[in-house]
């Protein structure tokens, strides 16, 4: 797969494959999904062990890549789907960058959309892609990751303080 290579200002600048783009540390166009119940709780998955990096770590409820010929919303659509087993309508939050180091020596560095829906019906993972889920409230996800951040994905650890805020603007 080909991922969308940006400038700091997410302007498209070429294209490059995946992994290609992970062993250079080049920015590229991301995407992150928040989904929340109607009890306010999050919706978190755990990454499923063959995953080429982070394997086996918490995370939001789906994170990837547009290709060239998708939009963002689109994109982030068709992954929820193929990741979780449903379809919501999405909106927007914010975007941010981020450069974090993987374990295996590939590096992301992304314009990451996030996205936020919430959906409180039947959730069926593909378990090639996700190993469990559960939904959590955000104060116990931030006290978990103060106290385990080795279970949760660098991303997410960026991510969440960034919602927190977010979410508190009144959004």
């Not at 302007?11 to 992150?32: D, N, Y």
């Not at 994109?75 to 379809?87: P, S, V």
């Not at 960058?97 to 593909?126: C, R, S």
């Not at 559960?134 to 990751?145: A, H, L, Q, W, Y």
Request: some cysteine.
């Amino acid at each position: 797969m080909d991922l969308i290579l940006v400038d700091e200002n997410d302007v498209p600048i070429g294209t490059m494959e995946k992994m290609e783009v992970h062993q250079k540390a080049l920015l590229h166009r991301a995407f992150s999904i928040f989904v929340f119940n109607k009890n306010g709780q999050m919706l978190l998955q755990q990454r499923a062990m063959n995953k080429y990096h982070s394997p086996g770590l918490w995370t939001n409820a789906c994170c990837s890549h547009p290709s060239p010929i998708e939009s963002i919303e689109q994109a982030a659509e068709k992954r929820l789907q193929e990741e979780m087993g449903f379809t919501i309508p999405l909106t927007k939050a914010f975007s941010f960058t981020y450069k974090a180091e993987m374990e295996n020596g590939l590096t992301e560095y992304e314009f990451d959309h996030v996205l936020v829906g919430y959906y409180d019906g039947q959730i069926n993972p593909d378990d090639r892609e996700v190993m469990d889920f559960c939904f959590s409230g955000m104060d116990e996800i931030r006290n978990k990751i103060e106290s385990y951040p080795e279970k949760y994905t660098a991303w997410f650890k960026i991510a969440f303080p960034k919602l927190e805020a977010y979410l508190a603007s009144g959004h």
